[in-house]
């Protein structure tokens, strides 16, 4: 059965360790049984340094998007969308093509969204330097 995870969840919730082991999990790491789909890979140089920048978010969303697609049409077993998709319409559009390409969908919210400690936990271990405000904010507007 070929099945997509679209993970939800704050910066610094764990979402890309979900998605490995995840993968490790379901297909034992086995590169070409599974892909991972992060917005975030295309925020790092040539030296694997991460360089956020938002006016470039549109275009990489689309970038993710595009190459998501090409995964599902090469068959991949496993896809997993690694994103915070704190609002619905952020990830509708993988849902509908993985379901339209056959896969089963499954939403997964990694962490705990309203947790005010575990917000501040979020804020010291992320790996992009979100600050806590901004997750606090996320949090405000994540749509369940």
């Known amino acids: 059965m ?37 917005t975030d890979d295309y925020f790092y140089n040539e030296e694997g340094e991460y360089h956020f920048q938002k ?31 704190i609002r619905k319409w952020e990830f509708v ?9 056959g896969y089963q969908v ?5 962490g705990e969204v309203k947790d005010k400690s575990l917000q501040h936990l979020y804020a010291k271990r992320n790996t992009h330097g979100v600050a806590l405000k901004t997750i606090s904010k996320m949090a405000y507007m994540f749509e369940w």
């Open 55 to 85: 006016f470039k978010l549109p275009q990489f969303h689309n970038l993710n998007l595009a190459r998501f697609i090409n995964a599902l049409a090469e068959g991949i077993p496993l896809i997993i969308l690694d994103n915070t998709n």
């Open 106 to 110: 499954k939403e997964v919210i990694v």
């Open 2 to 38: 070929k099945q997509v995870f679209i993970l939800r969840g704050l910066p610094g919730s764990g979402k890309s360790h979900y998605a490995e082991s995840l993968s490790d999990e379901m297909v034992g790491g086995d590169e070409s049984q599974f892909f991972i789909c992060s």
């Open 93 to 101: 559009a993988y849902s509908t093509a993985a379901t339209a390409m």
